[in-house]
Structure formats: structure tokens, C-alpha cells
């Protein structure tokens, strides 16, 4: 499973149900699976980097 992909799609879901990019992104950083071990060292570029991308994807 890509844990990447599934943090994206469930912000883009939560994006739809109408959460904030705040929220989103707390949502990520308290429950995407062993985000500290995954993302070591830049967890919060990633976080950003991620709902940046819900809300503005390419």
C-alpha cells in the first residue's frame, strides 16, 4: 500500500466534505501510519507539501 497516495486521497475526501487545509493537515500528522519513521527529518514539509496538493493539484 502506498501510504503517500492514501494521505492524499483522504485529504482530497476530507477537502470535499469541507475541512480546513489546518485540519487536514493535523489529520495527517496524527494519523498517517509511522509518519516519523516514513518522513524522517522533514515530516512537516511533507505534511505541507500534501495538502498543498489537495488543494492544488497539478
Excluded: C, N, W
Excluded at 501510504?3 to 493535523?26: L, N, T
Excluded at 509511522?34 to 493539484?57: C, S
Aim: proline share 7%.
Amino acid at each position: 500500500m502506498d501510504v503517500s497516495k492514501a494521505d492524499y486521497m483522504i485529504g482530497v475526501d476530507m477537502a470535499r466534505k469541507g475541512f480546513s487545509p489546518e485540519q487536514i493537515g493535523g489529520a495527517i500528522e496524527q494519523a498517517s501510519p509511522e509518519l516519523p519513521t516514513r518522513k524522517a527529518g522533514h515530516e512537516a514539509d511533507y505534511v505541507a507539501r500534501t495538502v498543498k496538493a489537495v488543494f492544488h493539484p497539478s
